[in-house]
């Protein structure tokens, strides 16, 4: 929704595809940022407020149109991994 590359409808119609199609999936990960290096990987934006809105706006929309199951991973990305790692297993 905050791209400004994306006309606002063409986010809308996303967004309400997107939420139609949640229930196929058994499990969301959510990844929280907090704690998270910002790194230039060339493709990411770098822009620390820019992405703090971003992580806003995917927490409203999961309270919005909460998944069947939603599972927050935070720590380390070595943390994030055997979070993820342990619910699957």
């Excluded at 309400?16 to 998270?36: C, E, H, R, S, W």
């Excluded at 493709?43 to 806003?56: G, S």
């Amino acid at each position: 929704m905050l791209a400004k590359s994306i006309v606002s409808h063409e986010k809308s119609t996303f967004v309400n595809a997107a939420m139609m199609l949640k229930n196929q999936y058994d499990v969301v990960f959510y990844i929280d940022p907090v704690g998270t290096n910002m790194e230039d990987n060339g493709v990411r934006e770098t822009d620390l407020e820019y992405r703090a809105n971003i992580n806003q706006e995917i927490l409203r929309l999961l309270s919005l149109f909460p998944p069947k199951k939603l599972v927050i991973l935070s720590g380390s990305t070595g943390d994030r991994i055997n979070s993820m790692l342990n619910y699957i297993d």
